[in-house]
């Protein structure tokens, strides 16, 4: 049976991508001392940590009623519930490799190396993630052109 898939046009994110990063970036180091940065992986691998850290930022104390590790549910009551319903089978540990499935095609792997090297190296280390490290799990990913659609 065949799938529709719409096409994957990343020129309509342009805006997004590039502009969207330069603003968001320069934003953090001009203001590095007035924000906290949390890393999605960080949030997911070492919840209790990471939620920590982030109720001490906000001067507030952290609930009795931890998450489970890799779990927000527990802290349901101070966020947006119908975003953890319709979103709470997707955020877990599973969800730190859901970007393989759509590397796998080699026109996207490119673009995602491009990307990466329109970030660079100092500024992916500023925001917490190595390109050393990237382009090896890039790389990982096995080409295939099964469904090679763009």
């Known amino acids: 049976m065949l799938e529709f898939r719409p096409p994957w046009n990343l020129y309509d994110w342009y805006i997004d991508l590039y502009q969207g990063f330069n603003n968001l970036y320069a934003f953090a180091i001009e203001h590095q001392d007035q924000i906290l940065s949390v890393r999605y992986e960080d949030l997911i691998l070492e919840t209790d940590k990471t939620l920590g850290g982030i109720f001490d930022y906000l001067c507030l104390e952290y609930p009795s ?78 080409i295939s052109l099964k469904d090679a659609h763009i």
């Open 65 to 142: 009623m931890k998450p489970a590790p890799g779990s927000i549910a527990g802290i349901s009551q101070l966020g947006d519930k119908k975003g953890l319903e319709k979103y709470s089978d997707t955020i877990g540990r599973a969800s730190l490799d859901q970007w393989i499935s759509v590397m796998h095609n080699p026109i996207r792997r490119s673009w995602a190396c491009r990307y990466l090297d329109f970030i660079g190296s100092e500024r992916l280390l500023k925001i917490g993630y190595d390109l050393a490290d990237l382009d090896r799990s890039l790389s990982s990913v096995p």
